[in-house]
């Protein structure tokens, strides 16, 4: 399971789009880079998941290097209403054992 | 379907006590996991049960313990509580099939305990 580094926070207005860089330099061949979203007193929610390349859904996109040694998860035109701790986890998620780290809290301001 | 629900959501107990966290998965799914939540740790996973069995365990003390039922239904105590196990327990569930990359975890609401 990769140790990830992510900032502790950000601060950004609405309709902005929000891009958080997390970083997982000892990525192992089979993990994958998942997001999760966390609000006060609720538990995590999935957001997004990817292994290379770019994924996006209908909540926000996900861009991986060629060396996955990053990844940065783009929130587009955010509202109030993202304001949350977003979690980066670097893992193969077999065996139900997710390491989570420190997350990013983001402010979103009117 | 419905998602995953624990109960109680709230929860005060005094030190020396011991509790009992319930959780149901959503509908199909095998795997149930236990993480706790504080504002000085973090999120840190506590253990995980598939088909009845735990196949995970984190870092925790023996006053830690889980059980999952035929039904997938999952239980956590802890005995001697101290003030220190004050945090939010979650449960996640998934599918759990083994050696797929791609199962993610659905969180329940949490119970929020309280050691006096």
């Known amino acids: 399971l990769a140790k990830t580094t992510q900032p502790i926070s950000m601060d950004s207005y609405e309709g902005q789009e929000v891009n958080i860089t997390c970083s997982h330099n000892?990525?192992?061949?089979?993990?994958?880079i998942t997001w999760y979203q966390q609000f006060p007193s609720q538990g995590p929610r999935f957001i997004i998941q990817?292994?290379?390349t770019k994924v996006t859904n209908e909540v926000a996109s996900l861009f991986i290097p060629a060396d996955r040694k990053s990844s940065t998860l783009s929130l587009p035109r955010v509202s109030l209403s993202d304001t949350a701790v977003y979690y980066c986890l670097a893992g193969p998620l077999q065996g139900g054992k997710l390491i989570f780290g420190q997350g990013t809290e983001l402010s979103v301001k009117p | 379907k419905a998602g995953v629900t624990q109960t109680p959501r709230y929860l005060i107990k005094t030190r020396g006590q011991q509790v009992t966290l319930s959780c149901s998965p959503i509908s199909g799914h095998r795997s149930v996991s236990w993480y706790q939540q504080t504002p000085g740790q973090g999120l840190q996973f506590l253990f995980e049960y598939f088909s009845e069995t735990q196949r995970n365990k984190g870092n925790f003390p023996g006053r830690f313990s889980g059980r999952q039922f035929s039904n997938s239904r999952s239980e956590m105590n802890v005995s001697t509580l101290e003030l220190g196990d004050s945090a939010l327990y979650l449960c996640a569930s998934s599918l759990g099939t083994s050696g797929n990359a791609l199962v993610t975890q659905y969180f329940g609401p949490g119970t929020r305990l309280l050691v006096l």
């Open positions: 990817g292994y290379k």
């Open positions: 000892n990525i192992a061949t089979n993990d994958y």
